[in-house]
């Protein structure tokens, strides 16, 4: 597609509760990015993805939290037994991973709400 | 530690008014600095950059200015409107570094007032 697509848009979920958030990046953009911005905060890194390299997991707040990515496409982030500390807005960028790329294309992202 | 900073959260300016968006960074090896804007339910959208061998780009109402001794850069909006409200994110580049290509400060969120 044109650009980066999230799904599903919002999410309500029971406190431990499983979920898993999904990411199409851009077509051809060998990085893909995780972040998160809760209530009143700003972008807070969780990992990511370039090409076949070992992901960056250095941003990934608990266990419960994990991520994968298949190839150069989709990508799922997953929080198992989810807490209300949870509940954010989670969005994904794409970008191409180049000297000559100046910038990530972010998706409309998932706003994970935990009751 | 963090590498790019915004101090101020927010900002309230009059419609008309030139707001002036403030950053500073502490890593002298950024190449290019971007300013995203993020409106609510919505991600961040590309709005200005700058590399670091230049001082100033203009583009419309906006203009980026960049201190590389101070390690400051700042970002005017003249004259500003109502469509202009937003949180406006700092990032700089830090390719090939740890956490990916580029370094995001916390935002301000810009309030302009009819």
């Known amino acids: 597609g044109a650009g980066v697509s999230q799904s599903p848009s919002n999410k309500v979920t029971e406190k431990g509760k499983d979920v898993e958030l999904r990411c199409d990046p851009i077509?051809?953009?060998?990085?893909l990015y995780w972040y998160r911005q809760r209530l009143g905060q700003g972008l807070e890194f969780l990992i990511y993805f370039q090409g076949n390299s070992a992901p960056d997991k250095s941003g990934l707040p608990s266990d419960r939290f994990s991520a994968e990515r298949t190839g150069e496409s989709v990508s799922t982030l997953t929080i198992q037994r989810t807490q209300q500390e949870d509940s954010a807005v989670y969005l994904c960028a794409s970008s191409p991973w180049t000297e000559a790329n100046y910038g990530y294309t972010f998706g409309s992202g998932t706003r994970l709400t935990v009751v | 530690d963090q590498q790019v900073k915004q101090n101020s959260p927010s900002l309230s300016v009059q419609e008309g008014r030139i707001s002036i968006l403030n950053c500073d960074y502490t890593?002298?090896?950024?190449?290019?600095f971007l300013w995203y804007k993020k409106y609510p339910a919505e991600g961040p959208t590309f709005l200005i950059s700058i590399s670091s061998i230049k001082d100033k780009n203009e583009d419309g109402r906006f203009t980026v200015f960049l201190n590389k001794s101070a390690k400051h850069l700042s970002l005017h909006i003249v004259p500003s409107q109502p469509g202009d409200s937003a949180v406006y994110f700092c990032?700089?580049?830090?390719?090939?570094?740890?956490?990916?290509?580029?370094?995001f400060g916390k935002g301000t969120k810009l309030s302009v007032k009819p």
């Open positions: 990032a700089a580049r830090n390719y090939g570094g740890s956490q990916g290509n580029l370094i």
């Open positions: 890593n002298s090896m950024f190449d290019y």
């Open positions: 077509s051809g953009h060998t990085a």
